[in-house]
């Protein structure tokens, strides 16, 4: 089975200053994927970036990096610079693979409330 | 722009009422996935399905059911809604060996009364 713990129900950040959203995994499975979303008070789900568990680098995304440990089970997102419009949850999810195959089947933490103060 | 639709972002039904949440999507998709969301809790899987017709239980399927007649339709059924089945449905889909690009609707939200 796997598992995703976001210890930080809560995080405040100054606007233009960096933040690191914490994200632990657990898993069986050899291959995996790793993902982090953005959710505003809308309740869209909005992608930010992907990191396979084979990925010899850490995946970046304009100014989202996955801070990527895989002997530690660690995913954090680092969002550099932060904007205001940057204030919303944050779920960190990890998919597996079965045979090769991945059906998209997402496995969810508990997230994280980001709050940009100006 | 792709796209998946939820039919109602919001919801008030009674006790006891048959409830239905449709969602389509436009992409071609063969995996669709309907999930619940709570504070606390994050997303939990509901039900899921990789092709028409077909369907397999999430996490916590007790008291849903799905339905796939056509690949772009996954229904959501509450048979009999209850309190605690308030919540925030969100469907999403992928296609069939594409795990990194999966697309969520704007959510469902459903109050139980």
């Known amino acids: 089975a796997q598992k995703i713990t976001q210890t930080q129900p809560g995080m405040f950040v100054q606007e233009k200053e960096a933040v690191t959203l914490d994200c632990t995994y657990d898993?069986?499975?050899?291959?995996?994927?790793l993902f982090w979303y953005k959710q505003p008070s809308s309740g869209e789900m909005i992608f930010l970036i992907y990191?396979?568990?084979?990925?010899?680098q850490n995946a970046t995304e304009g100014r989202y990096s996955l801070n990527f440990q895989k002997a530690r089970k660690s995913a954090n997102l680092v969002i550099s610079a932060s904007q205001l419009g940057d204030s919303a949850m944050y779920f960190c999810?990890?998919?597996?693979?079965?045979?090769?195959?991945?059906?998209?089947?997402?496995?969810f933490g508990q997230g994280t409330i980001l709050t940009v103060h100006p | 722009d792709v796209k998946v639709t939820q039919s109602s972002r919001y919801l008030v039904k009674r006790t006891g009422e048959k409830v239905f949440l449709e969602c389509v999507q436009d992409?071609?998709?063969?995996?669709m996935f309907w999930y619940r969301q709570d504070p606390g809790l994050g997303l939990r899987l509901i039900y899921f399905?990789?092709?028409?017709?077909?369907?397999e239980k999430g996490d916590i399927p007790e008291g849903y059911s799905v339905s796939r007649e056509k690949k772009e339709r996954f229904s959501l059924i509450l048979e009999s809604a209850s309190t605690n089945q308030t919540s925030m449905y969100l469907c999403?889909?992928?296609?069939?060996?594409?795990?990194?690009?999966?697309?969520f609707g704007e959510g469902s939200w459903l109050t139980v009364v």
């Open positions: 898993t069986s499975d050899p291959s995996y994927g």
């Open positions: 399905s990789y092709d028409v017709k077909m369907k």
């Open positions: 990191q396979g568990s084979y990925d010899q």
């Open positions: 992409m071609d998709h063969e995996n």
């Open positions: 999810a990890m998919s597996g693979y079965a045979g090769g195959t991945s059906y998209g089947k997402l496995t």
């Open positions: 999403a889909s992928s296609l069939q060996n594409s795990g990194n690009t999966i697309y």
